[in-house]
Nanobody, 113 residues
C-alpha cells in the first residue's frame, strides 16, 4: 500500500487547512486509516482515525476542531481553528485498527501566531 499526502502548508492561527491522503496498491487490506502528527522534540501522536465502517476516533487535543472523513481509499482531515500547538508534520497511515503498517511521507503544517 502506498500513501500520498497533500494539503499541508502555512496558516495563521484561527485558520483552516484540509489534508488529503490517497491510498493505492493492496488497498483491500486496509481496515482503518488515520492521521498522526509529530512536533519537533515530541513523540508521534494519533490525531484521528476512521475505520471501514465509519467509526471515528479523535485525540482530545483536536476534538471539536478537526474532522476526519473517508471516501473509499482517500482520507481527509479538515482542520479548523488551528493554533500554533498544531504545528507538526502530519502523517497519513493505514492498516489494522491500532496496528498501522503503512505510512505516508508526511506533510508539514505550520500555524503562525
Amino acid at each position: 500500500v502506498q500513501l500520498v499526502e497533500s494539503g499541508g502548508g502555512l496558516v495563521q492561527a484561527g485558520g483552516s487547512l484540509r489534508l488529503t491522503c490517497e491510498a493505492s496498491g493492496r488497498t483491500f487490506t486496509i481496515v482503518s486509516m488515520g492521521w498522526y502528527r509529530q512536533a519537533p522534540g515530541k513523540q508521534r501522536e494519533l490525531v484521528a482515525e476512521i475505520t471501514n465502517v465509519g467509526r471515528m476516533d479523535y485525540s482530545e487535543a483536536v476534538k471539536g476542531r478537526f474532522t476526519i472523513s473517508r471516501d473509499k481509499n482517500t482520507v481527509y482531515l479538515q482542520m479548523n481553528s488551528l493554533t500554533p500547538e498544531d504545528t507538526a508534520v502530519y502523517y497519513c497511515t493505514a492498516g489494522a485498527i491500532g496496528q498501522y503498517d503503512y505510512w505516508g511521507q508526511g506533510t508539514q503544517v505550520t500555524v503562525s501566531s
